[in-house]
């Protein structure tokens, strides 16, 4: 037997299963909407919830504080430098 990666389940549904997709997804800064395109998630195969890991979570605050600065209210999603 060949170890497969377990799915992840879905902790809003408990049914479904994660699985890696891309997503636009807003986030609200001092009143101000942020739109970031092309966020990597974790997206339920059954209640479709998108969840983002802790890693992007905080990459999107410092991106959306970035924009925020600069004026950018629809940015690209892009990962943090290594
Ligand atoms: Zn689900």
Known sequence: M???TQPIACPSCRVGSLSPGRKTVGLTRNDVTITMRNVP???CDTCEK???TP????NLQRISEDGLAA???EI?????AA
Request: hydrophobic residues 35%; without cysteine.
């Open 76 to 80: 690209e999603y892009t990962p943090p």
């Open 71 to 73: 004026g950018t209210l």
């Open 2 to 4: 060949t170890p497969e």
């Open 55 to 58: 890693a992007v979570t905080t």
């Open 41 to 43: 998630v974790m997206m």
């Open 50 to 52: 998108a969840t983002t």
